[in-house]
């Protein structure tokens, strides 16, 4: 088995089918110049023996490691897991066709308490070596360990509500130490032992991150897009970027164009102080690219640049991922935008007008949409919306309450659509997404898996509803101060981000502009 590197200005060429969708596009990035952080990858061939425990398997995944982290450790001038100046690394997932926020991921690998320390002197920065080892304890119990992340999100709040703050990122450093210390300590209570060697912890890590091809989410998710032919994942091990090292460091997702509804305008979102799975996680409300545009102006001009340049190379719109460490950007994949059906032929159609594909080209991105089934839709007998959010995933939705996937599926196997309402979602809620005619959330962005999920399902979507209060202790659910509970009747747009209580009607009109200039590509192309 040989490592595929990346970053190290001799990229070796590799096709998705090797080494995955998302390691073969970071590795084509790297090409062209752009700011990649160095990385390697373990290809998708060795998945299915180390799922299946083949101890040559996992003597070959050492060797791969050990290989690659002495390449990392060259191009970098930093020691993994060191006490000065160490490497922590990424543990990424990574299919031939992109599936977001399926697979597991680790972050803040080797961050060992002498790296911990070594981070100290280097950095000056207390708070960011021990948010480091937290996120680390987090992410490596939950993933290889199999800790109930419930249990973490429970002490965070612990501490943050000690030190009269309303979440981990307030904290200073000596309560960002007390954490991390009650992470480990969560774990240790569950009867697991944190391993402190790197080299013992990349390997778990590694081990895992391809373990996790046959997560039930996952395997749910390659049913519903019928993507049940791949045959595995890659793993790719990236240096750290760290978004979270502070004032003018931060984590954001990009898209080129609006993958919702199809405008040619930039989607940006950011969280300073932050890494990405912050984002995507949908577990906190990022801020905008005005956000950048104020803090960090040169960073932001270079993102639009970067995202036009993408959307060329790749000749389709471009979802990026990407993070700033001390006012520099770096890029940290790129893939296709998931996007909603209505949004896809306003794309197709603007490209080719653009020149930037041809007819035949748009009609292949095309593939698997009825064209002329999708239109645009429009509640009616409303009233005056009940809350605001932020508008996630075009359409409108009018559905029965359900505060679980469960419910969700319960609900809908009656006959009734559905609206799933939660504080936040995750990957998992997948059978839920599937089940349901809308998803409306308390918290996160447009840019988190799990939107990305719902717009790739046609789902309209409503995130950051700070009018939503679900309070998991009570079992209760308000909307602007009013109880709301399972079967109630809602209505939502997914563009405008408004939420309606009772049964709305909708009302819906096609895309004639956009169909009849797709019907004359056929015709050319025939």
């Known amino acids: ?3 595929v590197r990346i970053g190290d200005g001799s990229s070796e060429p590799a096709t998705a089918d090797i080494i995955g969708a998302k390691a073969a596009n970071i590795a084509r990035m790297a090409a062209l110049g752009l700011p990649v952080p160095p990385a390697f990858v373990l290809p998708i061939e060795l998945c299915a023996a180390i799922v299946a425990g083949d101890a040559k398997a996992r003597a070959q995944l050492a060797e791969g490691l050990a290989d690659g982290i002495a390449h990392l450790e060259k191009v970098t001038g930093r020691r993994f897991g060191g006490r000065r100046n160490p490497l922590l690394v990424s543990v990424r997932s990574g299919a031939a066709r992109s599936m977001p926020g399926m697979l597991d991921t680790v972050l803040n690998v080797g961050s060992s308490m ?3 320390h070594g981070l100290v002197r280097s950095s000056g920065n207390p708070r960011f070596a021990w948010d480091c080892r937290r996120r680390f304890l987090e992410s490596f ?12 999100a429970r002490r965070i709040a612990q501490i943050a509500a000690g030190e009269k703050c309303r979440d981990e990122a307030m904290l200073d ?3 960002m130490e007390r954490l991390a210390l009650a992470q480990q300590q969560v774990i240790e209570e569950r009867g697991e032992f944190v391993c402190d060697e790197p080299m013992d912890q990349l390997e778990m890590a590694a081990g895992a991150v391809y373990r996790s091809w046959m997560s039930d989410r996952a395997r749910t998710y390659r049913k519903l897009q019928g993507l049940d032919d791949l045959r595995g994942t890659a793993v790719t091990v990236q240096a750290m970027v760290f978004g979270n090292a502070g004032r003018e460091s931060g984590a954001g997702v990009a898209f080129s164009r609006d993958p919702s ?20 996680s949908g577990n906190r409300t990022p801020a905008n690219e005005q956000a950048i545009e104020q803090r960090l102006p040169t960073v932001a001009t270079q993102l639009r640049e970067v995202l036009h340049r993408l959307e060329r190379e790749f000749a389709d719109i471009q979802d990026i991922e990407f993070t700033i460490e001390a006012g520099r950007l770096w890029l940290l994949q790129t893939r296709p935008a998931k996007r909603t059906p209505a949004a896809a032929l ?3 159609v603007e490209l080719v007008r653009e020149g930037v594909i041809s007819p035949a080209r748009a009609l292949q991105l095309l593939d698997g949409i009825d064209v002329s089934k999708v239109c645009r839709a429009r509640l009616r007998d409303v009233g005056d919306p009940a809350a605001h959010g932020i508008g996630a995933s075009a359409g409108v939705a009018v559905g029965r309450v359900a505060f679980s996937s469960e419910s969700a599926e319960r609900i809908a196997s009656s006959g009734d659509p559905v609206i799933l309402v939660r504080r936040d979602t995750s990957t998992a809620d997948v059978a839920g997404f599937a089940a349901s005619a809308g998803i409306v959330t308390a918290i996160g962005g447009r840019t988190a898996h799990a939107a990305l999920v ?11 509803c700070a009018a939503l209060q679900v309070d998991p202790l009570a079992q209760t659910v308000e909307l602007a101060g009013q109880p709301i509970r399972e079967g109630d009747w809602l209505s939502i747009d997914g563009e405008a981000g408004t939420i309606f209580r009772g049964r709305g009607r909708i009302e819906t009109e096609r895309l004639d502009a956009f169909q009849n200039e797709i019907e004359s590509w056929r015709r050319q192309v025939a």
């Open 173 to 175: 450093g000596e309560a």
């Open 454 to 464: 719902a717009r790739q399902m046609g789902k309209p979507s409503i995130v950051g």
């Open 346 to 348: 306003r794309f197709a």
């Open 114 to 116: 002498a790296a911990v």
């Open 1 to 3: 088995m040989k490592i």
């Open 141 to 152: 119990g939950e993933v290889v360990l199999d800790v109930d992340r419930e249990l973490f």
């Open 261 to 280: 509804t199809g405008a040619a305008q930039p989607v940006i979102e950011v969280l300073f102080g932050a890494q990405g799975e912050d984002v995507v």
